[in-house]
C-alpha cells in the first residue's frame, strides 16, 4: 500500500495531496457531525461538560505541533 501512495505522490502529486485533503476534511466534517449528534438531545446543563470536555483535548493537539 505505502508503495503504491508513494508512486502516486511522485507521479501526480498535485492529485495526491487533493485526496489527502479530500480525507482530512472528510475527517473533521465528520467529527463535528458527531458533535452535533451529540449534543442534540442533550439537557442544556451538560452541554457545558461536553464543550469543556472537548476543550480538554486542545492543549493535547497544540503540543503535538
Known amino acids: ?3 503504491v501512495l508513494e508512486q502516486v ?3 501526480a502529486p498535485d492529485i495526491f495531496m487533493k485526496a489527502f485533503v479530500v ?4 475527517v473533521v466534517l465528520a467529527f463535528l457531525v458527531a458533535l452535533a449528534i451529540a449534543l ?4 442544556a ?3 457545558a ?14 503540543k503535538k505541533r
Open 23 to 26: 480525507c482530512f476534511v472528510t
Open 49 to 62: 461538560e461536553v464543550i469543556r470536555a472537548l476543550a480538554d483535548y486542545m492543549p493535547f493537539w497544540k
Open 40 to 43: 442534540r438531545k442533550t439537557p
Open 1 to 3: 500500500m505505502w508503495a
Open 9 to 11: 505522490a511522485v507521479a
Open 45 to 47: 446543563s451538560h452541554r
